[in-house]
């Protein structure tokens, strides 16, 4: 028994004949079933009300059990709601396949207007779509093709073959893996074969979730051969070279409009890169930053997938059903942009994530060596600052970190002090350079863990020139009140940084990125998700610049002196603090209407003939002054 289902205009009938046909089953109509009551209230232009479509509902319920009796038929019906999907399953759910016909409202808004002699109003389009709820169970096809085309996707799609293919089975593709089986997509994964060290992974992992039903591999062309073409196929393997080998050996595989998904941190330059490449063989690709860790990926990560945006509607469903979801229960997950406009964002997030990070460890060092506190006592205020419009993930797992002991002891004392990073926050620095954009604290959370990484060297200065770190304050509850202060002024200025920099890349790459919707999907799921990310959603609805919203100029105005006064008393008492100092820095440097750099273009001129401009003369001129 088979339901075509989808809003007015995706082609039920048309489809589900065709179908009834190739399978040699009857075909139905749900409209032919209403009672009488609703017949005349269709007919005199009043829409249905849910009361009204119980009673259809149920005797298109009743006549599914006699039609799977006999053998099994093809029902057109819109089947918008979860409830109205209830009331048809009245046979066992693997009796029944549900297919989705999809297509964007502009699509099928210009379909109806094509059609002849039929008329439907836009708002009766819009109010089905309002209407329209995800049905995770359907095998999902999308109508921006032929009928006959539609027709083999679902054959196909009904077919043993899987909707969707994992590459790499490492702890991100397990468990993104495992999720989007939870979500009732049919998968294939593969993972390839080492001797020795990589042995039948993909195998041993669909062994160990007997009840996900997925099909594990280790030879790449019987994975491609298990997914329904037009196949989806999501990379999951190390950023760089990795990606560029398993691709070279995927695309003899794979046939027009297929779509490589890359959802590892790769570098966007290496995205722009491979898109086009990639085109060159009409195969799409989709390059997608994917962020919340091992715990994201199982439960619901956010997800930011840039790059052909068909076929980014093809697989929406399924990144949309596996994402995180915000406030109002919409998926952390949108389409960012062209190119590599995904990997790029993800990009900053990364470099915003490096400096929240870092402020977070100077307000530690401050608290703990600098006012004596114990780790307790610091836990017990980043808990209160959660109270205060700071609460983050980040600051949680940070208080979670300052209670974790092991044999009695404070774990993160054992934990050696040179940090690794993995090159996000360095791309993003690069790409700073490339740009011509400021990036301080992100560059300067960059540099202290380069510094950090320095251990032998900075043992050795440290024994050179002593002890230079002395408490800092005797008026705790002050300094504790204007740390606070200055710890939310530098994640205001921390965040424009990283805003500030998407924008530059979007202007210069045209990518029209949209920063309220890139903060809505950076609410949850993701590691720099916070009650500020939060409120930016609504920021960006008012200014592209976080640090021109009137909200921000009141609260950053209030707490920039508490910066400055940390930032003094941290140096002078011997406290390396690059990121709070890089925000107050940059922060000073962004209001300021005359800056010194008069100065610099003078000293250019002078050693160099470099010209400048005058303040009193037109900016489209140049001077050159001989200055001695
Ligand atoms: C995320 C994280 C994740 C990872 C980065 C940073 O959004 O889930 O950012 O992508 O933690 O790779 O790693 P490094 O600190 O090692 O550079």
Redesign the pocket.
Known sequence: MIIVMGVSGTGKTTVGQLLAKEMAIPFFDADDFHPESNIEKLSSGQPLTDSDRKPWLEILGKEIKTWEANGGAVLACSALKEKYRKTLSTIPIEQLTIIHLSGTFELIKKRLSHRKGHFLDPSILKSQFEDLEACHSAIQVSIDQTPDKILQEILSKMSNKTAFGIIGMGVMGQNLAINMANNKVRLSVFNRHVAGKEEDIAKNFVAKHPALNIQGFDDLSEFVDSMAPPRNILLMVQAGTAVDSIIDELTPLLGPDDLIIDGG?SNYLDTNRRDQALALHDINFIGTGI???EE?ARKGPSIMPGGSRTAYNRIAPFLENIAAKDANGKACCTYVGPEGSGHFIKMV??GI?YAEMQLLAEVYELMRNGLGMQPEEIAKTLEHWKTKGLDSYLLEITINILRKEENGELLLDKILDAA??????GWSTEAAIRLGSPLNTIADAVMARNISAQKETRTAANELYGQIKQPISKDLDSFIQALMEGYSAARIVNHAVGFDMMKEASTQYDWSLDFSEISRIWTNG??IRSELMSAMVNFFKDTDRLLFHPAIVKSLGEQQASLAQVVGQALASGYPVPVLASAMNFFLGYVNGQSSANMLQAQRDYFGAHTYKRVDQPLTESFHTEWT
Not at 420 to 425: D, E, L, N, V, Y
């Open positions: 941190n962020s919340g860790g994201g997030h990364n994530e690794s990073q993995k090159g996000t926050g993701c590691i």
